[in-house]
């Protein structure tokens, strides 16, 4: 079955930083494209950052440029979301989102809080 296990979420300070991972299984993880997601209480779900199948091309939100990163360990099956610089507008749950063609599937969302 498939399924994505996100974690490394948590509460930091502002001008903090955490690392998410998302974990894959049930599927093969080195064709789907990965994205992350957020949702924020009360907001639409929005777009962080995406990586493309090979690990090769990624975009970002305007809004986490020069302060996130995507990566993935394809070996691993594997994507990870380093996050620098937090600030209280990035308190959320993120969604890890895997995509190939018309397969989706995601995962459960881990809670990041920045917060003094």
């Known amino acids: 079955q498939e399924k994505l296990v996100e974690s490394g979420g948590g509460l930091v300070q502002p001008g903090g930083s955490l690392r998410l991972s998302c974990a894959a299984s049930?599927?093969?993880?080195?064709?789907?494209?990965m994205t992350w997601y957020r949702q924020a209480p009360g907001k639409e779900r929005e777009l962080v950052a995406f990586?493309?199948?090979?690990?090769?091309?990624?975009n970002y939100a305007d809004s986490v440029k020069g302060r996130f990163t995507i990566s993935r360990e394809n070996a691993k099956n594997t994507v990870y979301l380093q996050m620098n610089s937090l600030k209280p507008e990035d308190t959320a749950v993120y969604f890890c989102?895997?995509?190939?063609?018309?397969?989706?599937?995601w995962g459960q969302g881990t809670q990041v809080t920045v917060s003094s």
């Open positions: 049930g599927f093969t993880f080195s064709s789907y494209a």
């Open positions: 990586i493309t199948s090979a690990g090769t091309s990624t």
């Open positions: 989102n895997a995509q190939r063609r018309t397969r989706r599937y």
